[in-house]
T-cell receptor, first 114, second 112 residues
Framework: KAGVTQTPRYLIKTRGQQVTLSCSPISGHRSVSWYQQTPGQGLQFLFEYFSETQRNKGNFPGRFSGRQFSNSRSEMNVSTLELGDSALYLC?????????????FGEGSRLTVL | GENVEQHPSTLSVQEGDSAVIKCTYSDSASNYFPWYKQELGKGPQLIIDIRSNVGEKKDQRIAVTLNKTAKHFSLHITETQPEDSAVYFCAAMGGGSYIPTFGRGTSLIVHP
């Protein structure tokens, strides 16, 4: 069974630009979550999507947005990039309402903002 | 909301030693406590978890303990090996939420 796939793996942008990251979950997983990972802050929850609807949202500004498609694939977008947005963005999929709570993470998209 | 504190942030041990990572949580409604291991260049992967109706769980060289009263839970790795070197994250979840709150991570370095 293929794992969670994230693209692109690495990207460099400049301040003010926008970026779109993509995530393909494990087949059959309908819940997709996004996390921002930085050295000092660990894993910060961005948002979670289920059945094309945002079900949960973390404490990030409106510049961070996402969506989920009917095939469960998800994208996140960051507009007006700031230097502080440099991070590893991780996508995780899971079975919806799975009481084991296990998240299956992709390898991440490393964003550098110059 | 839930708050998870994790210590230490860095842990350096010799091969064969034991390693212990400790976490505390704030929300008494949390009832599921997973631990994730993140190797260099990879995403985190679940290695062990424990539920609030259990005090301890073991899986070969790793074990997790939970003290609900004190809101503490810990990861114990015995006979550490160089391949145990990674970043470990604890998390807490529950109270009707399916979103885990993660600690800030512990970088474990096992010296051969």
């Amino acid at each position: 069974k293929a794992g969670v796939t994230q693209t692109p793996r690495y990207l460099i942008k400049t301040r003010g630009q926008q970026v779109t990251l993509s995530c393909s979950p494990i087949s059959g997983h309908r819940s997709v979550s996004w996390y921002q990972q930085t050295p000092g802050q660990g894993l910060q929850f961005l948002f979670e999507y289920f059945s094309e609807t945002q079900r949960n949202k973390g404490n990030f500004p409106g510049r961070f947005s996402g969506r989920q498609f009917s095939n469960s694939r998800s994208e996140m977008n960051v507009s007006t990039l700031e230097l502080g947005d440099s991070a590893l963005y991780l996508c995780a999929s899971s079975l919806p309402n799975d009481n084991t709570g296990e998240l299956f993470f992709g390898e991440g998209s490393r964003l550098t903002v110059l | 909301g839930e708050n998870v504190e994790q210590h230490p942030s860095t842990l350096s041990v010799q091969e064969g030693d034991s390693a212990v990572i400790k976490c505390t949580y704030s929300d008494s409604a949390s009832n599921y406590f997973p631990w994730y291991k993140q190797e260099l260049g990879k995403g985190p992967q679940l290695i062990i978890d424990i539920r609030s109706n259990v005090g301890e769980k073991k899986d070969q060289r790793i074990a997790v303990t939970l003290n609900k009263t004190a809101k503490h839970f810990s990861l114990h790795i015995t006979e550490t090996q160089p391949e145990d070197s990674a970043v470990y994250f604890c998390a807490a979840m529950g109270g009707g939420s399916y979103i885990p709150t993660f600690g800030r991570g512990t970088s474990l370095i096992v010296h051969p």
